[in-house]
């Protein structure tokens, strides 16, 4: 007996028409269809999926989860920052120093630091479940795809790039809906180019302190560059040693529906959850160890602390770029938290204070060396608490290894290049 | 008594919020399937005296082997042969849904349907004959509104239910695709069964249907077996 | 007449016919519903004049609405239907 002969065609198309087939049948005697069917969710597409209006719908929708989260958020953080605060000043009082320190800079202070961060993250969860429940994200990986696809990407890596300009965490985690396993490896490895939240603190002090009236310019030149570069390194990938078609996109689109706040607040707090006892593994770590090489040997300043001596061995590398220990060694600190290089800067120059730090960099460094530091910034190795996520979203250490190369080396030679163009138009 | 129960179901047909209903949050446990970067969820609720230990598999449209996802639901139902399995379907969008439901009768799955989301039919004017619907499927249906928490105790109740009627009462596939195909399924399963790991592992009259459907993950599975030629030559 | 479904006008309705594609695509399509004798309606279409060359679709097919690339409608062969 052979299938073919039998069937007369591909017995997998027979199998699923008689599948369907059997389906009809029961269906006809047990289902009546309504006559009201998708008025609704037709009109609101009509807006949502319009060719020239869904774009800025959704922009402007994601505008709003984005301000959403950090404004409800803000008081929460503040209360969080106090109360660590608090914590660290009271173990001050611990008569062993170096216990003292332990307790109250590397583990409530690196503590207090990293969970500051948990309402604006659990906000953004909170307004990414909303929208999805509702039915609206699909539309977005929707609108998105045409140009997605002209990127060499699929529709639904629009989403964790766009959450990338909040955090990349949720954001790499967010690339699970992505079918094709090569479109889905690229957008987790473009996606620390995305200028996340923590590094708007760095641009705004450097960008502050050396180019005044232009500081918004240069912050927003950040920005532009990471897409831009999300873009290239996207494309090619695609060319080079991910090749492929995306995906074919089918997608299904479900009927809007009001998402219930029990619901979404389940999605929430399963994904928040999820994120902090990933990410805070590796913060708090990360922090433990970054205390460590910054307080010992015990007593010696941050110079010749393990830190300060890690700043000077890698210098040479970095003067380049105009880079010397000082702003090695807050980069050092930054691949705990990226915006924990305004701290560092301040520990390092002894200095409190935003406008004290600025003043410190600007005797220090001209305005060309000031804006490769906010691109190296952007550009290198993503935050601890990143990596880790890269590691557990594709399982392997060898995509997570070699993101950690493409970053760095993408960050020195664009360093180079805004240097040289710097040299070439004549500033030190 | 500890029964292994596998929920499943289309992405978007409420199936999380079902298995928050079962499980208190406490009680959830959160792991990753052995080699793979796909989330386990799992968790115990007590009903009735009864231990109920869910696994909730990935949201599936197929069991084919395209997707991570969908292969980690198969080869859970295959190889961990849980107790029951409640898939979950969307009320307001039966048809497609009942594809996975033909696909979890091959597999032989032990069946409890959740058919959610029936506020949602009623209100595009659906009216849905449950008891029909059940007696031609041969499998039960509970009417649920998982968002407003409607139906979850029957649907425990059914699932303990089919939970102690596992293996007592060998069920007949009720769903049958044709002269032509049966045939061809009955032929095949004739040789799956001279070979007797094969027949132990796995479903006869499943392993015929991947076979003429030429599925990857089945034909790699097979390829040990000495009966693998004759099979060959009947699907090729 | 067999049309590729990308074809299909906003409102239009067809029959599909068959589906151009490997064996992957027809098993994912018949999957979600895309298979012969089936009925789809275009609900929404960004549509250019050169139709391989547009904004994915939506099509209504079996009770459910599915959004497909271009690439994938030009794949789906159908008899347009006539009102």
Same mark, same amino acid.
């Given at each position: 007996m052979k299938a073919r002969e039998v069937l007369g065609e591909d017995p997998e198309i027979v199998l699923a028409d008689k599948r369907y087939d059997s389906i009809s049948t029961i269906l006809s005697t047990s289902l009546v269809r309504g006559a009201r069917k998708w008025t609704l969710t037709d009109m609101l597409d009509k807006v949502?999926?319009?060719?020239?209006?869904g774009i800025p719908v959704f922009l402007a929708l994601f505008w709003a989860m984005f301000r959403f989260a950090f404004d409800a958020s803000a008081p929460f953080m503040e209360i969080i920052g106090l109360f660590f605060g608090l914590l660290a000043e009271a173990s001050?009082?611990?008569?062993?120093e170096i216990l003292a320190s332990f307790i109250g800079d590397g583990i409530f202070g690196g503590l207090g630091f990293i969970l500051t961060f948990i309402p604006p993250i659990f906000f953004l969860f909170l307004g990414i479940a909303i929208l999805e429940d509702s039915g609206y994200l699909a539309r977005a990986a929707f609108i998105m795809d045409r140009i997605m696809f002209k990127l060499?990407?699929?529709?639904?890596?629009f989403i964790p790039m766009l959450l990338g300009f909040g955090c990349n965490i949720p954001a790499m985690m967010a690339t699970?809906?992505?079918?094709?396993e090569k479109d889905r490896l690229i957008t987790l490895l473009v996606n620390?180019?995305?200028?996340?939240?923590?590094?708007l603190p760095v641009y705004i002090l450097i960008a502050g302190a050396f180019f005044g009236s232009m500081a918004t310019t240069a912050i927003w030149s950040m920005y532009f560059l990471g897409i831009m570069i999300a873009i290239l390194v996207a494309l090619l990938l695609r060319k080079t040693i991910l090749r492929g078609e995306p995906a074919p996109f089918i997608m299904e689109l479900p009927m809007y529906k009001a998402p219930t706040f029990h619901g979404s607040v389940i999605h929430m707090w399963e994904r928040g959850v999820h994120f902090l006892k990933k990410a805070g593994t590796y913060l708090l770590a990360g922090a433990i160890i970054l205390w460590f090489l910054s307080s010992?040997?015990?007593?010696?300043?941050?110079?010749?602390?393990y830190t300060g001596q890690i700043g000077h061995a890698l210098a040479p590398i970095f003067r380049p770029l105009g880079f010397d220990w000082r702003i090695v060694a807050s980069l050092v600190f930054a691949l705990?938290?990226?915006?924990i290089a305004v701290e560092a800067l301040g520990i390092i120059y002894a200095v409190e204070g935003e406008t004290a730090i600025a003043g410190a960099l600007v005797a220090d460094y001209s305005p060309v060396v000031g804006y490769t530091l906010m691109a190296f910034t952007l550009l290198y190795i993503p935050c601890v608490a990143t990596i880790g996520t890269m590691k557990k979203e594709t399982g392997s250490w060898k995509w997570t290894i070699f993101q950690l190369a493409l970053t760095l080396v993408l960050a020195y030679v664009v360093g180079l290049v805004i240097t040289g163009i710097g040299a070439i138009l004549g500033y030190a | 008594m500890v029964y292994t129960v596998a929920l499943i179901g289309n992405p978007n047909v409420g199936k999380s919020v079902i298995f928050n209903n079962l499980v208190p949050g406490a009680r959830q446990h959160v792991g990753n399937w052995p080699g793979k970067t796909v989330e386990k969820k799992e968790g115990k609720c007590v009903y009735k005296g009864t231990e109920l230990k869910i696994v909730d598999l990935p949201g599936t449209?197929?069991?084919?082997?395209?997707a991570v996802d969908e292969l980690i639901a198969r080869n859970y139902i295959v190889?961990?042969?849980?107790?029951v399995v409640v898939h979950i379907v969307d009320a307001s969008n039966i048809e497609r849904n009942l594809y996975l439901t033909f696909l979890l009768l091959e597999l032989e799955a032990n069946l409890v349907i959740a058919l959610n989301m029936f506020d949602v039919a009623k209100e595009k004017g659906y009216k849905i004959d449950v008891n029909k619907l059940s007696e031609q499927l041969g499998v039960p249906i509970v009417p649920t509104v998982a968002t407003a928490k409607e139906g979850m105790k029957e649907l425990k109740d059914e699932i303990v239910n089919a939970a102690q009627k596992k293996g007592v009462v060998m069920m007949k596939p009720k769903i049958t695709y044709g002269k032509k195909i049966e045939g061809l399924i009955q032929f095949i399963v004739k040789i799956i069964k001279k070979d007797e790991t094969m027949a132990q592992k796995y479903p006869a009259r499943w392993l015929a249907i991947k076979l003429l459907e030429k599925d990857e993950d089945i034909l790699e599975k097979i390829?040990?077996?000495?009966?693998r030629r004759e099979l060959m030559e009947v699907i090729s | 007449m067999e049309i590729p479904?990308?074809?299909? @006008?906003?409102?239009g309705r067809g029959k599909i016919a068959r589906i151009c594609g490997g064996r992957g695509l027809v098993r994912r399509l018949s999957d979600m519903g895309?298979? @012969?004798d089936v009925e789809v309606k275009v609900v929404h279409s960004h549509a250019s004049h050169n139709p391989g060359r547009g904004g994915p679709l939506v099509v209504e097919v079996k009770d459910s609405r599915m959004a497909l690339g271009r690439g994938v409608a030009m794949k789906i062969m159908v008899q347009e239907l006539d009102d």
């Open positions: 949502f999926i319009h060719k020239a209006l001050a009082g611990i008569p062993n060499g990407l699929h529709g639904r890596s699970r809906s992505i079918e094709g620390p180019f995305i200028s996340c939240g923590a590094r010992f040997p015990w007593g010696v300043g941050v110079e010749f602390s705990l938290a990226k915006e | 449209y197929s069991l084919t082997v395209r190889e961990e042969k849980p107790d390829k040990d077996s000495i009966y | 479904l990308a074809v299909l @006008p906003l409102g895309f298979i @012969p």
